[in-house]
């Protein structure tokens, strides 16, 4: 739901960089219309009531079997870009059923490059021989949100002459490599580095360099640790560091290795959830989660095989909810409209 | 204000919390080999669906010549 929210935030740059928005999801189309208006919600979300469309895609999501109503129907969640022509340009299915691509990684996906905003936070500093690091945290108007991937674009630049290694590097050298320094609950991706050039040592062997502008990203995402649905809490904003280490050489002498500690504070925004009383932290969407997760399923009931089966599915979650991890939300007026 | 604490059993292997136990069904995790459907290059399957703007969006059609994302989500309900 913070996905769909921070999509309609970025629809302007979406239309600006060429992208039509869709959204599917097995729900009734009167519940996507309900938080449509809920949310201000001006592209077009698809009702895939019966899960048809899911199935021909063939991302069911098959861990959930059909007894177990409401929740049969769910696709893997996933984000296609679309070229011109109608192919896929791009996809992406994360791990973690809680990660999602956002707006500017659709955006960074369709032009071939990373467009740093203003707004997004960044910092700098200039390392040893005058190489310049700099970092910002990009995607999602620069706030952390649960779940959201961003992107830690540290870019370096390296005097002309010098140059720094990518791994394996020989015993006595330091290669380039990036430490993320933050509180728990912030993860990482491994880090995506552009290509190197060969550079030939005598005695040593064939080495990957990098020189001039390089820019490196860190995919990174915030789990609820962070982002308060676990406790009340959570920090307003968090600290973000990237340690560097790195050793530039040039094709006389080596310098001495070294590191450089990038560190940015970046706001927490808060997640968008169901109004099920079950977890503190989120925002409520405002719309009537009980009307339509009765006809949810009310619509699995009549789809189920083993409608028994299903009814005891029912029973045990409704129990596994009320006894479950979140405890009383925080006061209800405490969630915004 | 209250809160309690978590019990593990509600957390997932990427810190996620989520109202139901993490081995339930709908929080497993995708591994290598879940399908994530039409592949890089190949024409994304056209669709008809009613959306909630009101119009019947059939999506080759409707996107025109126009670059699209398709996203598809859990729930707008839970």
């Known amino acids: ?337 | 204000m209250s809160s309690r604490d978590t019990h593990p059993d509600w957390v997932d292997e990427f810190g996620q919390v989520g109202p139901l136990p993490a081995n339930d069904g709908q929080r497993q995790p995708l591994d290598a080999a879940t399908p994530t459907g039409p592949e890089v290059g190949t024409r994304l399957p056209d669709f008809t669906l009613p959306s909630s703007t009101g119009r019947t969006v059939a999506f080759h059609e409707d996107r025109g010549h126009s670059m699209a994302a398709v996203v598809f989500f859990r729930s707008a309900v839970w």
């Not at chain 1, 970025?10 to 869709?22: D, H, N, P, Q, V």
């Not at chain 1, 945290?137 to 290694?165: E, K, M, N, Q």
Request: glycine share 10%; aromatic share 6%; hydrophobic share 40%.
């Open chain 1, 1 to 337: 739901m913070s996905q769909l929210v921070e999509l309609q935030e970025a629809t302007s740059r979406l239309a600006e960089a060429g992208i039509k928005l869709y959204a599917i999801s097995y729900d009734e189309l009167g519940a996507l219309e309900d938080f449509a208006a809920h949310h201000g919600i001006t592209y077009d979300l698809l009702s895939d009531a019966g899960s048809h469309v899911i199935r021909e895609f063939g991302i069911l999501n098959h861990h959930v079997t059909a007894e177990q109503v409401p929740f049969h129907g769910i696709p893997f969640p996933g984000t296609y870009l679309v070229d011109a022509e109608g192919n896929v340009a791009a996809k992406s299915f994360n791990a973690g059923l809680t990660q999602r691509i956002g707006a500017d990684g659709l955006i960074d996906a369709a032009l071939g490059e990373i467009l740093l905003r203003p707004e997004e936070p960044s910092a700098g500093l200039t390392g040893d021989a005058g190489i310049e690091f700099s970092m910002a945290y990009h995607g999602g108007g620069g706030v952390i949100r649960s779940g959201a991937l961003r992107t830690l674009v540290i870019r370096v630049d390296l005097p002309d002459g010098l140059h720094i290694y990518d791994q394996p590097v020989p015993d006595g050298m330091v290669a380039t490599t990036f430490t993320l320094v933050a509180p728990e609950g912030m993860r990482h991706l491994p880090v995506e580095a552009p290509p190197t050039e060969p550079l030939e040592l005598p005695g040593v062997g064939e080495l990957r360099v990098w020189s001039g502008r390089v820019d490196f990203s860190m995919p990174v995402w915030a789990t609820d640790e962070i982002t308060s649905l676990v406790r009340d809490d959570a920090p307003e904003q968090v600290t973000i560091e990237v340690e560097v280490a790195y050793q530039a050489c040039d094709d006389q002498a080596c310098r001495l290795p070294r590191r450089e500690r990038l560190a940015l504070e970046v706001l927490v925004r808060r997640h968008v959830g169901p109004a099920l009383d079950t977890m503190p932290g989120a925002e409520a969407t405002g719309m009537d989660t009980n009307k339509w997760l009765g006809a949810m399923v009310a619509r699995g009931l009549d789809a189920a095989d083993d409608r028994d089966a299903a009814v005891a599915y029912l029973a045990r979650t409704a129990a596994s909810i009320a006894d479950g991890p979140g405890g009383t939300r925080p006061d209800s007026s405490d969630a915004s409209a």
